[in-house]
């Protein structure tokens, strides 16, 4: 499998006031501790379900990139050369609103989960030109804890449809159907998140979700192009922690996996928020041999993220000791942030790229 370039820092001490994804908002105090778990209080109840840092990602420095001038576009589409190489930052040319693309638009829609015996919420952006007379491969996108299926669409900021509109109109990817589900996979429609490990259990439910009730519903109400290699996924925070675990019991399911700032849990550990039973024993992170493993496991987070520390690279340090193949890489300056978000989208799809190309 390629190697992308590794880049290590350590993650620096911050506080942080976070803003929740709706019209809510939630004051969050984060520092990070010497074992780089972060210990927070808050200015009112998280345990609600409202959205907030978690779920989809936080603004910052560069994200004027949308509004960037039609020379720095042309300038970084000449420069731009297809490779396998990781890029820590997305090239504002595919980051940009470019006045000649058609991009598609996020739609919502719901469907009936067997698994949690009720109805659920799922967006999906299809493309400008979507065609029953055609098929897409379709990627499978996860936000964070106390999100929804809004958080990571309903974040302009994640600049979601602009990487994949620009990257399908240069012609280096497919076009391509993005599902957001709800990952909240709770049985009790009272049940709601919380920093507890049995808040927590239904996020670690939606595997069953998504491979038993979301992805079938998928791929009989829309032109979807079905097998590993059309099939992808990638989160978040919590939903990169989910993004790993899924990827290490279902790896023949998905052909290109993105896990970017994973939230910690899926090995037993306690962190500032609340002890983590664990979803598998640390022996147990990684792909089975008889398996067949991810064409590209990307794993990934800022270098500065005041909110998950180093645990993505403990990860990435368990998958490396057993034995299982994967890229790590580290974003310089990074929070827990969209600039996160749009480097491992960025690096999945020029990762399918490449290999689609060669």
């Known amino acids: 499998m390629k190697k992308g370039k590794v880049i290590v820092s350590m993650a620096l001490m911050a506080s942080m006031m976070l803003s929740a994804c709706g019209t809510k908002n939630l004051e969050v105090e984060g520092m990070v501790t010497e074992d780089m778990s972060v210990e927070v209080t808050a200015t009112e109840d998280v345990s609600t379900g409202d959205k907030d840092m978690f779920a989809s990602g936080i603004a910052t420095e560069d994200n004027s990139a949308g509004a960037a001038s039609t020379a720095e576009i042309k300038e970084e589409t000449e420069e731009f050369v297809l490779n396998n190489e990781i890029e820590e930052r997305c090239p504002v040319t595919f980051t940009a609103t470019r006045g000649d693309v058609n991009y598609g638009e996020f739609i919502h829609g719901t469907y009936f989960s067997e698994t949690c015996g009720m109805e659920r919420g799922y967006t999906i952006l299809l493309p400008a030109d979507y065609s029953t007379d055609k098929k897409y491969p379709v990627l499978y996108l996860l936000h964070g804890i106390f999100g929804d299926e809004y958080s990571m669409s309903g974040d302009d900021n994640n600049k979601i449809k602009e990487i994949v509109g620009n990257m399908v109109a240069d012609g280096l990817i497919e076009e391509t159907i993005v599902v957001c589900p709800n990952m909240y996979a709770a049985t009790d429609p009272s049940q709601k998140p919380g920093f507890d490990a049995e808040a927590c259990i239904p996020y670690d439910n939606f595997i069953n979700d998504l491979v038993n009730d979301l992805m079938p519903y998928i791929e009989g109400e829309y032109s979807v192009l079905t097998g590993r290699e059309n099939t992808y996924l990638a989160g978040f925070s919590m939903g990169g922690r ?29 962190d500032k928020f609340m002890s983590h039973p664990g979803q598998i024993e640390e022996s147990e992170m990684k792909i089975a041999a008889d398996a067949v493993a991810p064409n590209v496991f990307i794993i990934c987070c800022g270098s500065r993220d005041s909110v998950v520390g180093t645990y993505p690279k403990s990860y990435h340090e368990l998958l490396t000791a057993n034995g299982t193949d994967h890229i790590w890489y580290e974003i310089t300056g990074a929070d827990h942030d969209n600039n996160a978000i749009k480097s491992g989208l960025y690096n999945l799809f020029k990762q399918i790229a490449y290999d689609k190309q060669k």
């Open 242 to 270: 989910e993004t790993i675990y899924i990827t290490l019991q279902r790896p023949e399911l998905f052909g290109y996996v993105c896990a970017i700032s994973a939230a910690p849990g899926v090995v037993p550990t306690k």
